[in-house]
T-cell receptor, first 116, second 111 residues
């Protein structure tokens, strides 16, 4: 099956720093990638939709200047958490879909962010 | 908007059968999906129903009734490794393939 990787898997940073998370589709071209956030014992919440070569679409309540998304190629999307604060500590998960009509979303293994 | 409801917790014993229900409200419907997530891991796709009826994949089956806005995931011959959270999900009502997830059902399988 299709594989999506994320890097890093774990990151601990100081408050005020920026953190970049990479999401890669390893064996297929992902026209669209999605970024989700999951707090402990809660569900996954969509943050933004990332389309290759165009601006990301952010969900209501998600600050686009704080969560910068870049989808520079069909296999790579990045999420940068700028000026991270402790409340940004969460599990960030990307997913990717390939061709239109393909229903399955393939999720990356997630990145656990801890902001001190 | 989209909303999905599912029970928060279910407990069952090894070898048993368990059913996890999901009711949904959507502005547009493009099918119901089920995902499994183990603690600390990412969701993995289990099944997808676009049409009414039962879809079977090994020990797991999923059912959909569009007229009732209802579906369920059926897990048979439960194993300890099935202890996980299970999420139902629907696509965004605009047709985007982003998913809206239910709150998740934590399944605890006991020996």
């Amino acid at each position: 099956g299709a594989v999506v990787s994320q890097h890093p898997s774990w990151v601990i940073c100081k408050s005020g720093t920026s953190v970049k998370i990479e999401c890669r589709s390893l064996d297929f071209q992902a026209t669209t990638m999605f970024w989700y956030r999951q707090f402990p014992k809660q569900s996954l919440m969509l943050m933004a939709t990332s389309n290759e070569g165009s601006k990301a679409t952010y969900e209501q309540g998600v600050e686009k200047d704080k969560f910068l998304i870049n989808h520079a190629s069909l296999t790579l999307s990045t999420l940068t958490v700028t000026s991270a604060h402790p409340e940004d500590s969460s599990f960030y998960i990307c997913s990717a879909t390939g061709f239109s009509g393909q229903e399955t979303q393939y999720f990356g293994p997630g990145t656990r962010l801890l902001v001190l | 908007g989209q909303s999905l409801e599912q029970p928060s917790e279910v407990t069952a014993v090894e070898g048993a059968i368990v059913q996890i229900n999901c009711t949904y409200q959507t502005s547009g419907f493009y099918g119901l999906s089920w995902y499994q997530q183990h603690d600390g891991g990412a969701p993995t796709f289990l099944s997808y129903n676009a049409l009414d009826g039962l879809e079977e994949t090994g020990r797991f089956s999923s059912f959909l009734s569009r007229s009732d806005s209802y579906g369920y995931l059926l897990l048979q011959e439960l194993q300890m490794k099935d202890s996980a959270s299970y999420f139902c999900a629907v696509r965004d009502g605009t047709g985007r393939r982003a998913l809206t997830f239910g709150s998740g059902t934590r399944l605890q399988v006991q020996p």
